[in-house]
Structures are given as C-alpha cells and as structure tokens.
Nanobody, 121 residues
Framework: QVQLVESGGGLVQAGGSLRLSCAAS????????MGWYRQAPGNLRELVAA???????NYADSVKGRFTISRDNAKNTVYLQMNSLKPDDTAVYYC???????????????WGQGTQVTVSS
C-alpha cells in the first residue's frame, strides 16, 4: 500500500507565503513524476506544478514566478513553496505521484487527501 500525506495548508493574507509538503510512504520501489494540483469550488482540478525524478519542472502559467516545486528523493517528499499568494490561489491542493511499488509492477498514479489553502484579501 502507498499513501501520500500532505501538510502545510492554512489561512494566509494576500501577499503571504505557505509551504506545502507531501510525503509518500508504504511499499515504494521508485517514484517518477510528483506534482501538485488544485481545485477551487465549481472548478475543475488543475495542474499547479510537477517535477520529474530527474528534476524537470512544469508550472501552470498562473503560478510562474511565485511558486516553486522541489523534491527530496531520499525522503520521497515533494514540496511547494507558495509566495505572493493571491485570493485566486484559494483551493484544495492535492499531491499526486506516479509510483512503482516493486521493480516488476507498472507505474500507478496516487493522490493525497488534499489540504485547504485559503488566501484572504
């Protein structure tokens, strides 16, 4: 079994910062892409940022220059540093990862339970 556990969400004023963490645990052989998605009420879930095992990074245009994704492969953990937060960043943020539990099994996609980020104006 594999679990993704997020932490670090909360309430912050516009212009403030938050740092999200997501740790993968369980039977893990390797983790490929790790990323963060968000979903605001009434909206579809959207990609915020993703990072490959080798460090290739993609950001949504709306967060470029404000958010930074990073990962610690030794700790099976991905981070999202969010600066200059705006009310439009308010959403539930979900961690996502492609994980192989053994060398034989194929990659499987996992989601965390989500963490609320609320940015007040």
């Amino acid at each position: 079994q594999v679990q993704l556990v997020e932490s670090g969400g909360g309430l912050v004023q516009a212009g403030g910062s938050l740092r999200l963490s997501c740790a993968a645990s369980g039977t893990i052989f390797s983790i490929e892409t790790m990323g963060w998605y968000r979903q605001a009420p009434g909206n579809l879930r959207e990609l915020v940022a993703a990072i490959s095992r080798r460090g290739t990074i993609n950001y949504a245009d709306s967060v470029k220059g404000r958010f930074t994704i990073s990962r610690d492969n030794a700790k099976n953990t991905v981070y999202l540093q969010m600066n200059s937060l705006k009310p439009d960043d308010t959403a539930v943020y979900y961690c996502n990862a492609d994980i192989k539990s053994t060398a034989i099994l194929p990659l499987r996609n996992y989601w965390g339970q989500g963490t609320q980020v609320t940015v007040s104006s």
